[in-house]
Nanobody
Framework: QVQLVEWGGGMVQSGGSLKLSCTASGMDFRAYVMAWYRQAPGQELEFVADITPAGLGSYAESVEGRVAIWRDNLKNDLYLQLNNLKPEDTAVYYC???????WGRGTQVTVSS
């Protein structure tokens, strides 16, 4: 059974940084693309970033230049560094495996102005 568990969210002031982490189990983590999505209050789910097995990341325009995604295929861990956070980045951030169509429960990021 595939399980994704995120942590690292919190409350920060505008301009601050957070590092989100996701641990995967029950899947061949190193073989597939992994992604981060987010959902702001009252909004639809939004793509944030994804990363290939080899470590090539791609980013949504809304976060390009402020976010970095990487992975540790030995630890089955996925990461998302959020920098220069803005109030509009406030959302629940989810780890997602497109191959297994599996979601984590999410971690809350709140940015105050």
């Amino acid at each position: 059974q595939v399980q994704l568990v995120e942590w690292g969210g919190g409350m920060v002031q505008s301009g601050g940084s957070l590092k989100l982490s996701c641990t995967a189990s029950g899947m061949d983590f190193r073989a597939y693309v992994m992604a981060w999505y987010r959902q702001a209050p009252g909004q639809e789910l939004e793509f944030v970033a994804d990363i290939t097995p080899a470590g090539l990341g791609s980013y949504a325009e809304s976060v390009e230049g402020r976010v970095a995604i990487w992975r540790d295929n030995l630890k089955n861990d996925l990461y998302l560094q959020l920098n220069n956070l803005k109030p509009e980045d406030t959302a629940v951030y989810y780890c997602y495996s497109p191959t297994y169509e599996a979601w984590g429960r999410g971690t809350q990021v709140t940015v105050s102005s």
